[in-house]
């Protein structure tokens, strides 16, 4: 909360305007090319991080394909997560986020303008259309990302069991799944602190369809966990 309040201090002049904006576009966002509402929202996400003493180390860039109509598999360990990944990625993505966070105020507002599908875990029809429509839209060359954990780990750097139903979306629209690792990303929200704090973004090495074709989705779960675990533990 309190590096919350440092953000919106240090940009007080721009906050009304940002809300506005954010709140609007929200509301409207089928007016807007996703570029743009992408933009908007990076644009946003900077000048937060500028202002709360939050720098973003990004690693791999070079990873993320040139063409759309990838995922994006992060170990999740706070709120800020997607903040993290959206200033580190140009590319606009979209996200499958669980029900519980839908009214939570501006990840609501960032949610409306990425278009981002709400997943009711309890709710086991609700969620195969989820994954059904979320791989459509992939195949036809929107980009999503999911938190394979389905929750924050809630201890800082270490993994929780990533789950292979949230693989499903990937193999049914047989797009490159990328691997993301993020160290530190619970500290800007999850710790109350509001001195400096760097977190890293490390886009890995795609998986290719070909290379996971033959896997069931526990065996690219944990492949992916596996990836993403080296780059975190190698840090810590």
């Known amino acids: 909360m309190k590096r919350i309040l440092l953000m919106v ?3 007080i002049i721009l906050v009304p305007y940002m809300w ?3 709140c609007y576009v929200a509301a409207h966002a089928d007016k807007y090319p996703e570029q743009k509402r992408y933009d908007m929202l990076r644009f946003i996400v900077k000048r937060a991080n500028k202002g709360g003493n939050v720098l973003i180390d ?3 860039q070079d990873n993320i394909p040139k063409e759309n109509g990838f995922m994006f598999y992060p170990n999740h360990q706070g709120m800020y997560d ?4 959206v200033e580190a990625c140009t590319t ?4 499958v986020a669980k029900k519980e966070v839908e009214n939570v105020q ?3 507002q960032v949610f409306a303008c990425m278009k981002a599908y709400m997943m009711d875990r309890n709710d086991v029809r609700q969620s195969m259309q989820v994954i059904i429509d979320v791989s459509k839209e992939v ?3 929107r980009n999503y990302l999911i938190f394979a954990e389905g929750t924050r780990s809630k201890l800082g750097n270490k993994l929780l069991d990533f789950k292979g139903g949230s693989f499903k979306a990937a ?3 047989k797009c490159p799944i990328i691997p993301v690792a993020l160290i530190d990303s619970y500290k800007p929200f999850d710790t109350n602190t509001i001195s400096p704090v760097t977190v890293e973004v490390h886009f890995l090495k795609p998986l290719e369809y070909e290379e996971y074709k033959d896997m069931n989705t526990t065996e690219i779960a944990n492949t992916v966990k596996h990836r993403i675990a080296e780059i975190v533990e190698k840090d810590n």
């Open 20 to 22: 506005f904006r954010l």
């Open 92 to 95: 606009p993505f979209s996200v």
């Open 9 to 11: 201090f240090r940009n």
């Open 82 to 85: 997607v903040l993290a990944i």
């Open 139 to 141: 195949a036809n060359g």
């Open 58 to 60: 990004v690693h791999g």
């Open 106 to 108: 501006f990840l609501k």
């Open 171 to 173: 193999t049914k629209a």
